[in-house]
């Protein structure tokens, strides 16, 4: 017992190091809060266009969703931190991070949007249209919301994907708390600060986790219900 | 425009690193498919399981798929990697990784057909069992079913997701595409390989992408 | 039969259409249809499904367009006019599906078009809503959502919606459709009671009996064509067309509404 604490859970390297891991979570939270906006707009942008194209525009927008979908972040940042110096460009660490997440998450968020947007019926945009709404008003006011609470339990996933996907800055060395707690566990020879980060990760996701599975219980039922519905319609019409 | 091809698309360093970077192909593939099969099982019994047993019974699979759900893929995989030794467990990297996203995958399999076999009414459980079949029975034949197609698309979604994870291995020394890629950078000095690890991937997991949209329409997760 | 005022059939049209078409894709499904309501006139369309009925309708806010003709209101061409939303506010609309916002009160989805398009202060537009709302009876519902109410509720609350914008023509498609047997009256009679206000209307319904008693003039449309046309007596009673003629005996006209 002694050794695992000793090993695991180390009183004296804690007392050490739990500052550093602070400021480490606090810029995970930082990466996450630049992260989850920059990727949610741009996707939203995407998704929009993506209702309003048609023909190629709409092939186009789906192969360069798909593409950011299938390209891992981590080769993502990779390719952009260690391949722009060879061009001479130099690009910080937090530069190659916003645009290469933003580019794999704003795929996600356009693929989330675009659901549930297609899910509002049609009849919500013509009698939005019908007394004389705009395309951005109808849009905004009367889709958007509607579109937004069917898919909340993905947007959901999505920010914490996110926020666990800021551990891969420290591959760049940028100071969040898993390369802070890598860092004290290569000066102190112990892993109690990676043990630490862990537990610190699971302190802060682990509310949103549950929340969403409590969301996701909720859209089962309603699906089923939902499922009900549109067998009696289709029946409806069947008899006409 | 020169000084691109020569950095990214450069023949000489591909054709030097082609015979590699494909042995790191079948190593990813060979994880990839390791964690699928693994994880989407355990996930799979982990699900039937939580139905099947009493509430209390049901605490120790909770917690498991929310820790492995919480933290993030790489964080498993690095602690798997540091901290095991100190507990007697010598792993390999590969076993690491294979370790790690199998028990995320798991997690997340987990959640996913729980919910489903949950969303299931009580009135099929009511009706099979009036009808003679035992619990087990209904579980399997009656209720398994239609819980399958209603999750077949989230599941299939994040599936894709964690195996793109197989890149993190190169974090902890798994020879797989990025990692070797990576060493063939620092030792060329040239983006080429990474070129050929992005390319490898997208040939990879685009398919996969594909693929989850026909489930999608076809076992619509929305009515 | 209560016919409350005489139609001023000497009046220019409100609304005219001129032989309209429409191609989907590479099917005619209208051929050059001609149509005219005058003001506070009462227009009823009927027709087999599939016959065009709602495609016309909607060219009337241009919610469709029509691949050929011309769509006249107060005289001037709506397809060349620049600000389709203004039209929308003068041309009401109450769709078969209701299409209630979901995520909104009663009175805010009547209330929204009044602070976005006609930018009134939240309280004035409130108020008027509340107005309107009570006019189609439903002045202690504000607060409930779509899904609280009942079918013939949600559709007067979208009969208020389209009437608070004040327009100067209401179209109805198939407004009782979707509801249940015992809540189309209220409907009706929230129908009734604005045609004795004046209000001028098209109106797209299968209730023969209730088109009988409201109509000024009632449109017969097969298949993308106006089979006949005239006032209610005489469409119902001495129809001239055999596909007139099919096409009513298909309703039984001794049963009826309110
Ligand atoms: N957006 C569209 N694209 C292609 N075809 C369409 C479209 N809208 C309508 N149609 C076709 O045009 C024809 C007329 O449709 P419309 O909805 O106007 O008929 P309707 O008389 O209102 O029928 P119903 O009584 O069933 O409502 C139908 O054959 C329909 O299939
Ligand atoms: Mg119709």
Request: with cysteine; hydrophobic share 50%; aromatic share 10%.
């Amino acid at each position: 017992m002694d050794a695992v604490l000793t090993n695991f859970a180390n009183g004296d390297i804690l007392a050490i190091t739990w500052r550093p891991l602070l400021a480490g979570l606090a810029q995970t939270m930082l990466l996450s809060l630049l992260v989850i906006p920059l990727g949610a707009i741009a996707g939203l942008l995407i998704a929009a266009l993506f209702v309003v194209s048609a023909g190629l525009a709409r092939v186009l927008l789906m192969v360069w969703i798909d593409f950011f979908r299938a390209f891992p972040p981590l080769v993502l940042l990779i390719y952009l931190y260690f391949g722009a110096p060879l061009l001479g460009y130099e690009i910080s660490a937090y530069a190659a991070i916003a645009v290469s997440f933003t580019l794999n998450t704003s795929s996600y968020f356009a693929e989330i949007f675009r659901a549930g947007i297609e899910g509002v019926p049609r009849g919500q945009w013509h009698a939005a249209r019908a007394t004389g709404m705009s395309w951005l008003q109808s849009f905004f006011v009367i889709v958007l919301p509607q579109g937004t609470r069917a898919v909340l339990p993905d947007l959901l996933s999505n920010i914490i994907t996110i926020t666990q996907l800021t551990a891969l800055a420290s591959v760049v060395s940028v100071p969040e708390l898993l390369h802070t707690a890598q860092l004290a566990q290569a000066t102190s020879y112990n892993v109690t600060p990676i043990i630490a980060a862990a537990v610190i990760y699971l302190a802060l996701l682990w509310p949103l986790v549950r929340l969403m599975s409590h969301l996701d219980a909720r859209r089962y039922s309603t699906k089923l219900s939902a499922a009900a519905t549109q067998r009696r319609r289709r029946q409806e019409t069947a008899d006409e | 425009m020169g000084r691109f091809v020569d950095q990214f698309i450069n023949p000489v360093i591909w054709a030097r690193y082609w015979d590699e970077m494909l042995g790191a192909i079948g190593l990813t593939v060979q994880l990839t498919l390791l964690v699928l099969l693994t994880g989407l099982l355990l996930g799979l019994v982990l699900g039937l399981i939580r139905v099947a047993v009493p509430p209390l019974f049901r605490i120790p699979i909770v917690i498991f798929a929310d820790v492995f759900r919480a933290i993030p893929p790489l964080v498993i995989l690095v602690v798997n990697y540091f901290a095991l030794p100190f507990a007697g467990i010598r792993l390999s990297g590969f076993d690491c990784a294979w370790l790690g996203l199998c028990l995320v995958l798991a997690a997340f399999t987990e959640e996913i057909i729980y919910g489903g076999l949950r969303a299931v009414g009580k009135g099929q459980w009511e009706a099979a069992r009036s009808t003679g079949l035992g619990s087990v029975t209904t579980l399997m034949l009656i209720v398994f079913p239609q819980a399958l197609r209603m999750t077949v698309a989230p599941l299939t979604n994040r599936t894709i997701a964690i195996a793109k994870n197989t890149a993190l291995g190169s974090v902890i020394a798994v020879p797989e595409i990025l990692n070797i890629a990576m060493s063939a950078l620092s030792n060329s000095a040239n983006s080429t390989p990474l070129t050929m690890a992005a390319l490898f991937y997208i040939v990879l997991f685009a398919p996969l992408i594909v693929f989850s949209r026909w489930i999608e329409h076809r076992f619509p997760q929305r009515g | 039969m209560p016919i409350v005022y005489k139609p001023e059939y000497t009046m220019a049209a409100l609304l005219k259409l001129d032989n309209v078409s429409k191609t989907f894709g590479d099917r005619e499904v209208l051929h050059g249809v001609s149509l005219e309501v005058a003001p506070k006139e009462v227009v009823f369309l009927v027709g087999p499904s599939g016959s065009g009925k709602s495609t016309l309708l909607r060219f009337c806010n241009l919610l469709e367009h029509p691949s050929s003709g011309a769509v006249l209101f107060e005289g001037a061409d709506i397809l060349k006019q620049k600000n389709v939303n203004a039209l929308r506010q003068s041309v009401g609309m109450v769709f078969q599906s209701f299409n209630l916002y979901p995520h909104m009160t009663a009175l805010w989805n009547v209330a929204i078009a009044l602070r976005l398009v006609q930018r009134k202060s939240a309280r004035e537009a409130r108020e008027i809503a509340h107005h309107f709302l009570a006019e189609v009876g439903l002045a202690h519902r504000g607060s409930a959502y779509p899904a609280e109410l009942s079918g013939g509720q949600q559709q007067r609350v979208a009969i208020a919606r389209a009437l608070a914008l004040k327009p100067k023509l209401m179209l109805f498609d198939e407004p009782t459709s979707a509801l249940d047997p015992e809540l189309v009256g209220s409907v009706l009679d929230v129908i009734r009671k604005m045609r004795h206000e004046g209000m001028t209307m098209l109106i797209v319904s299968h209730e023969m009996q209730f088109a009988r008693e409201a109509a000024d003039k009632v449109v017969f449309l097969d298949q993308g064509r106006v089979v006949e046309a005239g006032a209610p007596a005489a469409l119902f009673g001495n129809p001239q067309q055999q596909r007139t003629i099919e096409f009513l005996s298909r309703f039984s006209l001794a049963g009826s509404h309110g």
